[in-house]
């Protein structure tokens, strides 16, 4: 509030804030009218009770500008009253009310004068005089200490320097001299100010009791508070873990006195840590027990040495005799090395390590590693019987994406099974080891019925050898599971190819055949022809479902395990991790067998090993590589040349005549340069000599190498070629084809123009000039044109003839003189150009036409007078007489 004193009160002034006492920004005007406050502020004037648009607005009010009172005039202040933030007390609108300094800046006062605050009509100017003046006699300001909505009240207290302060007395589980964070110990969420509406309490962190302060993390991992400084050796966002070096006793509450207990570990065996829940000590190398106060299987002492023996390969209990005592298939000193033909030590394996399959064909192998690695599908999958007679194809769920078959499709089939897509099928050796992963679920009749589950084998795999083998006949009391199937041979056997259904009355022993051995195991694994997973679970199941089929290879192998696949030394013709695919030019042979062991063998093809495979029954080829062709492949193909009967896949090699680029390889074909067949052997002095058989005109030389007379080039260079020399049929330089000895009378580089004094065709002939010796300047004519230059008079190809106007001489050597021709008795100024005659008019005759024709006389410009007319007939000279 301003009160004035013994004056009116200011009729213009600003009200302004600082926060520092440097820079003032306004809180309000105030103008006597409307045109004042555009005047000087440049905003229009408002009157009464304005209604605020935003909560910063800044206006020009004339409520408070009135001469009237004279004296004690008032002018109240609502910095906070109608303005849109002032009930939720918006960031806002509370910055725009906060303050340290407040400034009051009069600006004009009442006045008599023609102006827009005159007040002439109230006062005369000697009585205004005596009230020009600014008093004031009150300034109040009520303000508030911003306790950012968590105080109701403050209290006085004195600070380090003596000064009596504000402060805040916080509420919300708030801190601070403005309540403008929260305590230590509820920082669970971000600090926000209170509203009229909005308390916004602060909230505790979940600290179990073992922390006084914590921290808001707004990490998206996090998103709340977290603790510090936990006690009770605890650790942890919420201090609900323990310490390294202590663990919390099973069934011990989080907020328990005493959560964290100390680790009881032998000192020497552990590293001093334990399971944060058990207790159990994490053991240093060689140390086993819960306390690391025992030996591992291979170690012995007080600091557990390890023994020379390797535990994988040794006899159980035997890791520290001496000497070691080895399983079956383990050998040297330490047990560590499997037998010859044998590989994969591990510690399970009571032989110690495997035999090695290699197709029957190599006994040396050795472990295989790889990294696991998966295969799953739903796609292309079909429903069949274990027949695979019959077929049907499941529909897929738009939900789940799984694979789901009505059991009423195929009514008469007791034992359904999922037929897989040959993406599961072919070579599968590197799974061997591994497993098939399979998660299924079935629907059965709802109500109380007497079905049951049902047993069969988990899943069917059958091999191009025609061996059918299974793996378990579990029976499941749930309606759904993950079944693992490992892909070892533990646990297969055979299936009787008498079984075409597995019914409920059907004993396992009926459909269980003989154990799979684990050579009939990789003989099927080598080239599986049929996955079939199990589909019939209950004898009232009206629904089987496939949700996943994850097929494995390799494994995740531990520190000092080998891998289970193996990788063979194979024999000639044989290739694959166990020799199980025939090399190139190999074939393959399967030999009857009962027992499923053999795969096929694989012999040479007689295609001089240049074809990838043949019909051994008629001996033919398949497609010949290698650039060859024949009925055994034993010749090389147009292009190319050498002994396609060495068995090799550089036998035959690309003609380079001269040159392997195109643009240098002038001939289509070649062959060795000696040869002789004799009893189908080709007799050979060297592979490498061979000649182009086909060398284009211009090209001699057994590679087509240099060119032939008549022609240049240098069939070496890349882009060169033989040319036919341009010489008029004489020779040329054989590399740069300039032309040696030019005929017909030409010359120059391909003799391409004729010589001087000569003219013509280069190609055809050149003829002499022969240009008249009076009439040219010189003997060198146009090479082209044949045309002599003439003299002054002269004209003609030869210059053999006078210009017109001009004859030639009649007397004395050749020579042009002019006509002459009378210009009275003479048609033009031109004559004969041969015996220089002028051509006369009627009646007129002469060389020069100067005299008249018998009978006639008087030649004047008409001609002669006479008694006949006669017409001329120029070209023949005729005359025609006609009577006058």
Not at 201 to 216: D, L, P, Y
Not at 590 to 607: A, V
């Amino acid at each position: 509030m301003l009160k004035a004193a013994i004056s009116p009160r200011p009729a213009s002034w600003i009200l302004e804030r600082s926060m520092d006492n440097i820079t003032y920004e306004p809180w309000q005007y105030f103008g006597i009218s409307d045109v004042d406050c555009r005047r000087r502020y440049g905003i229009p004037g408002q009157t009464g009770k304005y209604v605020f648009q935003f909560d910063t607005e800044v206006i020009c009010t004339t409520q408070f500008s009135k001469p009237m009172p004279l004296e004690n005039g008032e002018v109240h202040i609502s910095l906070l009253k109608n303005r849109p933030g002032a009930t939720d007390q918006s960031e806002e609108l509370m910055q725009f009310i906060t303050a340290r300094f407040i400034r009051i800046r009069f600006q004009g006062m009442h006045s008599t004068a023609n102006s827009d605050n005159s007040v002439g009509w109230l006062l005369d100017a000697d009585s205004l005089k005596k009230r020009s003046f600014y008093s004031v006699k009150l300034v109040r300001v009520s303000g508030r200490l911003n306790c950012n909505g968590h105080a109701s009240k403050t209290i006085e207290l004195e600070n380090a320097d003596g000064e009596i302060m504000q402060q805040c007395v916080c509420l919300h589980n708030t801190c601070g001299q403005y309540c403008d964070h929260c305590c230590p110990l509820y920082n669970d969420q971000p600090f926000r100010q209170g509203t009229l509406r909005e308390e916004n309490i602060c909230k505790q962190c979940e600290c179990n009791g073992f922390a006084n302060t914590c921290f808001f993390d707004n990490s998206s991992s996090v998103m709340g508070g977290v603790c510090q400084n936990c006690t009770h050796f605890t650790t942890g966002e919420h201090c609900e873990k323990c310490m390294s070096g202590y663990y919390r006793p099973p069934n011990t509450m989080l907020d328990s006195s005493e959560p964290c207990v100390k680790c009881e570990c032998n000192s020497t065996g552990s590293t001093g840590e334990c399971d944060p829940e058990s207790g159990v000590c994490v053991c240093r190398e060689g140390f086993s027990g819960l306390r690391c106060d025992e030996c591992l299987p291979g170690f012995k002492g007080s600091d557990c040495v390890g023994c020379t023996c390797d535990s994988r390969g040794t006899v159980p209990g035997g890791e520290c005799d001496d000497p070691c005592e080895c399983k079956l298939y383990v050998e040297d000193e330490t047990c560590s090395t499997c037998a010859p033909g044998y590989f994969g030590l591990r510690a399970e394996n009571p032989d110690g390590c495997l035999k090695c399959f290699c197709s029957g064909v190599a006994v040396t192998c050795r472990s295989y590693e790889m990294e696991m690695t998966s295969f799953e599908t739903l796609d292309a999958w079909k429903v069949t019987d274990i027949t695979k007679t019959i077929v049907a194809y499941p529909t897929r769920d738009n939900d789940t994406g799984n694979l789901v078959f009505g059991m009423y499709e195929m009514p008469d089939v007791e034992a359904v099974y999922w037929l897989a897509p040959k993406s599961y099928a072919g070579n599968r050796l590197e799974s061997y080891g591994s497993s098939l992963v399979v998660q299924a679920s079935w629907v059965v009749i709802r109500g109380d019925t007497s079905g049951k589950p049902t047993s069969g084998p988990n899943i069917i795999l059958i091999g191009k050898n025609g061996a059918k083998i299974a793996y378990a006949d579990e029976e499941f009391q749930e309606y759904g599971a993950t079944i693992r199937i490992p892909l070892t041979e533990k646990g297969w056997y055979h299936v009787p190819k008498t079984v075409k259904d597995i019914v409920t009355r059907l004993r396992r022993t009926e459909y269980r055949g003989d154990p799979v051995t684990r050579m009939q195991f990789m003989s099927v694994l080598s080239d599986v022809e049929t996955v079939m997973i199990r589909g019939t679970y209950h004898t009232d199941q009206v629904e089987s479902i496939l949700e996943r089929a994850t097929l494995y290879a390799g494994s995740e192998i531990e520190e000092h395990e080998w891998s289970l696949v193996e990788e063979c030394q194979c024999p000639p013709g044989y290739s694959g991790l166990s020799c199980e695919t025939c090399t190139f030019g190999y074939v393959r042979i399967y030999e009857n067998s009962t027992t499923h062991e053999l795969i096929g063998k694989c012999i040479p093809c007689g295609c001089n090993g240049h074809s990838a495979s043949c019909d051994l029954e008629s001996g033919q080829c398949g497609e010949c590589t290698h650039n060859t062709f024949g009925e055994t492949c034993e010749r090389c193909k147009m292009g190319y040349y050498g002994n396609a009967m060495h068995g090799t896949s550089s036998d035959c090699k690309r003609c380079a005549c001269p040159r392997l680029e195109e643009s240098n390889n002038f001939s289509p074909s070649c062959q060795l340069k000696r040869l002789s067949l004799d009893t189908n052997q080709y007799e050979l002095d060297s592979d490498e000599d061979y000649v182009c058989t086909q060398c284009p005109d211009g090209y001699i030389g057994d590679h087509c190498e240099q060119c032939d007379d008549g022609y240049y080039g240098d069939p070496m260079v890349i882009g060169s070629q033989c040319l036919p020399c341009s010489c008029s049929g004489g020779p040329c330089d054989p590399v740069t084809g300039e032309c040696i000895t030019c005929l017909g009378n030409t010359e120059g580089w391909r003799c391409e123009r004729c010589q001087m004094g000569f003219w013509g065709d280069p190609t055809a002939v050149c003829e002499p000039c022969n240009c008249n010796l009076v009439g040219s300047s010189s003997n060198v004519c146009n090479p082209e044109t044949g045309q002599c230059p003439c003299r002054e008079r002269f004209t003609g190809q030869k210059c053999n003839e006078c210009e017109r106007g001009f004859a030639k001489s009649s007397v004395g050597k050749f020579e042009c003189v002019p006509c002459e021709c009378n210009v009275n008795g003479s048609v033009d100024s031109w004559c004969d150009p041969g015996d220089g005659q002028c051509v006369c008019k009627v009646g007129v005759v002469g060389l020069k036409c100067d005299e008249c024709q018998e009978e006639f006389y008087g030649l004047t410009a008409a001609g002669c007078e006479g008694k006949y007319i006669y017409a001329c007939d120029y070209v023949f000279h005729n005359f025609l007489q006609f009577e006058s």
